[in-house]
């Protein structure tokens, strides 16, 4: 089993930490009056502050490309949203990509509807990779896409496909599997 990175705490990262797990529970709980697509550009920032990249800690100013795969308007919302945010200490990239061969570099791959082949295709090119991908399709968890949004009585829930990933170069702070449901 893939050992989950451990951390040092100071008191303002535990505030912190603890801020973020309440608003995991908030955001699962009390965002339906928010559209959905603010409800996952939220949610995909939460999660990505519980997710390690491998060399996270080592200095790198290459951007944090976050892609949005055949969505023209969820990406724009995240250009909107997220264009003058730091993600992991990094200057953050929006990119909108119609094709699998445009993944490589991406730290966080979000995947909306598209035919089981694509899918197929792009999670073979993704696994053991340190891409986060993340969906908002019933059974894209099951398939193997590691995040996935899911509705569940009028409420936005993320459940973890925990194969997938284990078969990433990703760390996942165990807390976020606390407030997840977990697909094994």
Known sequence: MKGFRHLSFSIFSLLYITVSLHAFGYAQTNLPQLPTPERKAYLTRLIADFVFW??????????????????????????????????????????????????????????????????????????????????????????????????????LKFEINFLSYQNSDLQIDSRLFDVARIID
Not at 74 to 95: C, G
Not at 110 to 129: A, P, Q, W
Request: cysteine-free; glycine content about 4%.
């Open 54 to 155: 491998p060399n996270e800690e080592q200095e790198n100013n290459d951007p944090f490309i976050i892609s949005v795969f055949n969505d023209e308007n969820f990406f724009r919302y995240l250009l909107y949203l997220y264009k003058d945010v730091r993600f992991k200490n990094r200057i953050t990239k929006i990119e909108h990509i119609t094709s699998v061969d445009e993944i490589d570099g991406s730290q966080i791959l979000f995947v909306t509807s598209t035919s089981e082949e694509v899918l197929e295709e792009i999670l073979n090119k993704t696994k053991n990779e340190p891409i986060l991908t993340i969906g908002d399709q019933e059974e894209f968890g099951k398939k193997g896409v590691i995040v996935n949004f899911y509705a569940e009585n009028e409420e």
